[in-house]
């Protein structure tokens, strides 16, 4: 196996389990060291740290795998590490009223640069480096072998592949290809989930957790869903007996695919509109006619795909928050997210004061919101937690 010798004070976060090594820690190789190679880390006194996947360009030039130097990093390692990824989520798929979970996250699982996700009878898999695409077949046998889905479709049309000079790949990888809309089922609520050309690798599993505990403040009240791609917060809020739902998402699809889950779960009956329109020129449409709502929510894609981009995110998201809370009277809660992993949930506070301060509002933090157990954080992973959000009460 080739080696990676890192540069002096360069060692400390690899010592502490942290996944990443980035290009400017690195003193020497071994030897050339091809993309996606397998390699033992050591520091300046060529002492073993762990093993990791390399790659020549990208800023993280190693994303480790294992600390154990008797541990060797083969067929069966990859298989090991499935297998305990999707033993730790089997619980969330037996009580018959979710059977749509992720069952690998990435470094939170030890399997870097893979997400998989599962839509009932179906896979969902999303491949980030040049590492994990060498061994992809060993992953997809494994799949097979532990949950014998119907058909396992690749979503790999990332940004990250770009840095890791990797092409886009969308395509059926085993079985069957999956339907136009496959039916799935989230507290009890149905969905219909487009893998094929719907967004991420077909739908937000991450916000489970908080449709349910939103949904609790919606109980005859008007709500304002936006950027409700094919409406999560919409059918748990009618569910849980909303007067009215506006859901707001600029795709055509998302609007498609909301309408068609309204009617598959008989939650019509006139207590619900979708509007298909871009959601910082509806909201200023809703503030020029008027509008008040009891319960809005702000589900927005990832502002801040970096740290150089937070302040820049940071005014997008206090403009967006500012026009939703100038939709609310006294009593009204907004229930604000944030999928940038780059803002953390202090920031993102202050950022929410901010635009309470531009509205004219003053208001109270009254809840957080985070991401579910199958999206776990890992201690010495951080960054793995992106997901927060805040429900937040107008006075």
């Known amino acids: 196996m080739k080696s990676v010798y890192l540069n002096k004070g360069k060692d400390k976060a690899a010592w502490q389990l942290h996944p990443w090594i980035f290009s400017g820690a690195i003193k ?37 795998l294992e600390w154990n130097p008797q541990v060797v990093i083969d067929a069966d390692w990859w298989r090991t590490r499935i297998r305990k990824a999707v033993g730790a989520r089997q619980h969330l798929l037996t009580d018959g009223e979710t059977n749509t979970v992720r069952l690998v996250f ?4 030890f399997l870097p640069g893979l997400i998989v996700d599962k839509y009932a009878d179906f896979i969902s898999i999303q491949v980030h480096s040049v590492g994990v695409e060498r061994v992809k077949e060993i992953i997809i046998a494994e799949l097979n072998a532990l949950l014998k889905p119907k058909g396992i479709y690749e979503r790999s049309d990332l940004k990250s592949r770009e840095h890791e000079g990797l092409p886009d790949t969308n395509g059926l990888l085993s079985g069957e290809l999956p339907p136009e809309f496959v039916d799935v089922i989230e507290n009890g609520i149905h969905y219909k989930v487009n893998i094929i050309d719907g967004q991420k690798s077909g739908f937000y599993c991450d916000q489970r957790e908080n449709r349910l505990l939103a949904a609790q403040y919606a109980v005859g009240k008007r709500v304002l869903d936006c950027f409700c791609y094919s409406g999560g917060f919409t059918l748990n809020s009618l569910k849980a007996g909303a007067s009215q739902v506006i859901s707001v998402d600029s795709s055509a699809l998302a609007i498609e695919t909301l309408e068609k889950n309204v009617t598959e779960n008989g939650f019509g009956a006139g207590r619900h509109e979708a509007i298909l329109s871009d959601v910082n020129k509806q909201l200023r449409k809703f503030i020029d006619a008027g509008e008040k709502f009891d319960v809005i929510v702000l589900d927005p894609p990832k502002y801040a795909p970096s740290r150089s981009a937070l302040e820049r995110a940071s005014r997008a998201y206090k403009d967006l928050n500012r026009r939703g809370l100038m939709l609310l009277q006294s009593g009204g809660l907004l229930a604000t997210f944030s999928c940038s992993g780059a803002m953390d949930m202090d920031t993102f506070k202050q950022v929410l004061a901010w635009a309470a301060l531009d509205a004219g509002k003053e208001i109270q933090f009254i809840r957080q919101f985070h991401q579910p157990e199958d999206h776990p954080v890992r201690a ?6 992106y997901l927060k959000g805040l429900l937040v009460r107008v006075l």
């Open 380 to 385: 010495s992973f951080p960054e793995g937690e």
């Open 106 to 109: 990435a470094e939170a699982d």
């Open 28 to 64: 020497s190789l071994s030897d050339k060291i091809d993309d996606g190679e397998v390699v033992g880390v050591y520091n300046v006194e060529r002492e073993f740290i762990a093993y990791g996947l390399f790659h020549n360009s990208s800023r993280v030039a190693i994303r480790l």
